[in-house]
């Protein structure tokens, strides 16, 4: 009795709004707590076939349990291919082109290439079941394909297998997979099962098939996923494929922290700051939001999982690192752009889901209050970097309090605007007041702001709201009349720093710019051909800095996020022309790789179009393809 008049007492404290209750509540179960309900969408998004392990795309692991079947290549000669990873460099690399990829595996399509052979490989899977094709696709004999039964990440499963049968099972073989080789007949040899890719091979986990039945399976699996995307986005199609392909072969899941993330790139991953028994992750602060947002388009818990990752991986000091990798290393002296919080109130606004924002507030708040204490100067801010005592000894943790390490702040490592710029050792900070930065730090107030009042946090929606304002006037410090443009500012002597990149439209980010201003920034700036308008955009540095000329990294080359928060100020007012030229100029570059190879870079040669002309561009960086994100949103597809 007492029980069901405590629930009826919820129940209309509820109705007359005296209590909230933002999470399902059971008569049988106790409410769940924000964590609690991340723990149990990791648990879910940890489960099934996928492409999970970081050190080879053609690994297919089945979790929880991590068991797997390893894909090699062996050629006529006996030359083996163990790794495969899009976009690695190197004479005797495989050549990867990435077709698609769904978020949670059920359809895989890559192509291979390698020593003059090629092969389609493709997997559909469900449940239990996963079946991989291998394609013949240019009819070159004597190679062979290796399946190699593995259990990873030391978690002891059972395997046993001959030519005829793989057995796959946990220890307390409560999910039994078995797996047979359809094809050509097959060898054992050493941990090896051997099979001609002369013809066409089938290997089928946990069912029974021909190879007829297995290949029609994953055939029509991969046409149903076509025609339902096809359908589903339109003539937006190849952008959304683009973004959803990269960010489905990018996923793994890392058994170091037991939970699935998105990296930058596998390459970033699995060859900068790897385990050779567990793999490896990297994960940057910005890029990491911005994945959160792309996988929002169509993939709730993974968007969840890398906003939620990236902001708990928060320092002792209270602010989301820079960067944050699978041996244990935070940069605990330097942050990146704020732009968690924005990150954080789109996946809000997209799927309703308080309980994420009283998960990450708190760090969020955080981080803001963080910028104010060890990043302001009279009224802005300014990059830094600041000493720290040493925690796991990384070759990184002896490079803080820096000059190189406040430009790596910024995310724009080696951008023009900061050669000669003096590091002061005493503040940390560099010694030039930041528009960039400034307007970011706005952008972040004016979302918080939003999260305060949602949950209900009054006091801290008005403390917000008074500091971006404060702050956003403080910009117009910035403006220089005469040249119709937001300057950086010596700390030492008040002069503006002429040398400049996109982040100088940023105050239409923090809408710091009246429209009038706005506009004189586009005419005179943006749609400049001399500064940054031209065939591809935009470029890091102006078209007539000497800088541009070195094509190196940010100096010169064209970065996504930039088109993508430069397209974001521009939302904020009225230049819905612009932000069209804007949005078909990125999809342009997205596409001129991505159509032919299957590639997205991390930049673009501002002049060419092209990415692969610098060995400093990884070819498969997931944040390169917020050119298409930038389309989804001009066309409607995403609502923002």
């Not at 090699?72 to 005797?92: C, E, T, Y």
């Not at 390490?405 to 023009?416: I, K, P, Q, R, T």
């Not at 102006?542 to 928060?565: H, Q, S, T, V």
């Not at 299957?598 to 060995?615: K, L, M």
Request: aromatic letters at 14%; one cysteine or more.
């Amino acid at each position: 009795m007492r029980k069901h008049l405590f629930c009826l007492l919820i129940i209309m404290m509820y109705s007359f709004g005296s209590v909230s209750i933002p999470y399902a509540y059971s008569m049988h179960t106790t409410i769940n707590t924000p964590m609690q309900q991340y723990h149990s969408l990791q648990k879910e998004l940890a489960k099934g076939w996928n492409t999970w392990d970081t050190r080879s795309v053609l690994t297919h692991v089945y979790l929880p349990y991590g068991f797997a079947i390893d894909l090699n290549l062996i050629d006529m000669n006996g030359h083996r291919a163990s790794q495969f990873k899009v976009g690695a460099r190197g004479i005797d690399k495989p050549i990867l082109k990435p077709h698609a990829h769904t978020y949670d595996g059920t359809y895989t399509k890559m192509e291979v290439k390698w020593h003059g052979y090629a092969w389609m490989i493709e997997s559909a899977a469900k449940g239990s079941t996963n079946i991989i094709i291998v394609t013949n696709l240019n009819g070159k004999k004597g190679a062979k394909l290796a399946v190699i039964p593995k259990s990873l990440w030391g978690r002891g499963n059972i395997i046993h297998y001959n030519s005829e049968e793989i057995y796959l099972a946990p220890k307390d073989k409560s999910v039994p997979v078995k797996a047979h080789l359809l094809g050509a007949p097959v060898e054992q040899k050493g941990r090896d099962l051997l099979i001609s890719t002369d013809t066409q091979i089938a290997i089928c986990c946990g069912m029974t098939s021909t190879l007829e039945q297995a290949v029609q399976r994953v055939k029509q699996c991969g046409e149903e996923f076509v025609v339902e995307n096809k359908l589903k986005y339109g003539k937006n199609y190849d952008c959304y494929n683009a973004m959803q392909t990269i960010l489905g072969w990018n996923n793994i899941y890392d058994p170091g922290i037991r939970k699935v993330i998105t990296p930058v790139s596998r390459i970033w991953s699995s060859e900068w700051f790897a385990s050779v028994d567990f793999g490896g992750f990297t994960l940057f602060c910005w890029d990491t939001y911005f994945a959160s947002m792309m996988l929002a388009v169509g993939n709730k818990a993974l968007a969840y999982a890398n906003a939620v990752e990236i902001t708990k991986a928060i320092t002792e000091s209270g602010f989301v690192p820079n960067c944050y990798y699978s041996n244990g290393f935070k940069s605990r002296d330097r942050s990146q752009p704020p732009v968690g919080s924005m990150a954080v109130w789109t996946l809000y606004q997209q799927y309703g889901d308080k309980w994420l924002l009283e998960l990450l507030y708190n760090e969020l708040l955080s981080w803001n209050n963080w910028w104010i204490e060890n990043r302001s100067w009279e009224g802005l801010f300014c990059f830094g970097s600041s000493p720290y005592e040493k925690v796991s000894y990384f070759r990184s943790e002896y490079d803080q309090n820096t000059a190189y390490a406040a430009c790596l702040e910024s995310g724009l490592d080696n951008s023009s605007m900061f050669d000669g710029v003096p590091f002061n050792k005493v503040t940390h900070m560099q010694e030039q007041q930041d528009v960039g930065l400034s307007s970011l730090f706005v952008m972040d107030c004016d979302y918080l702001t939003q999260i305060a009042r949602t949950l209900n946090k009054k006091e801290d929606a008005v403390m917000l709201e008074d500091r971006a304002d404060k702050y956003r006037d403080n910009i117009n410090q910035l403006w220089d009349k005469e040249k119709g443009l937001y300057y950086n500012r010596s700390t030492q002597n008040g002069k503006f720093n002429r040398r400049i990149s996109p982040t100088n439209f940023y105050p239409l980010l923090a809408k710091a710019a009246s429209q009038k201003q706005a506009e004189r920034m586009m005419k005179e700036h943006l749609l400049n051909p001399e500064e940054f308008w031209g065939e591809y955009v935009i470029p890091s540095v102006p078209r007539n800095d000497p800088a541009f000329k070195n094509n190196d990294y940010w100096r010169g080359r064209i970065w996504a996020p930039l088109n993508f928060l430069v397209y974001m100020g521009l939302r904020n007012y009225d230049l819905s022309k612009e932000c069209r030229q804007l949005s078909d100029k990125s999809e342009k570059l997205l596409l001129k790789s991505w159509l032919k190879d299957g590639y997205v870079f991390e930049n673009y040669n501002a002049t060419t179009g092209e990415g692969d002309d610098s060995v400093r561009s990884d070819k498969f960086y997931h944040w390169g393809v917020l050119l298409g994100y930038i389309t989804l949103i001009e066309n409607g597809v995403v609502e923002l």
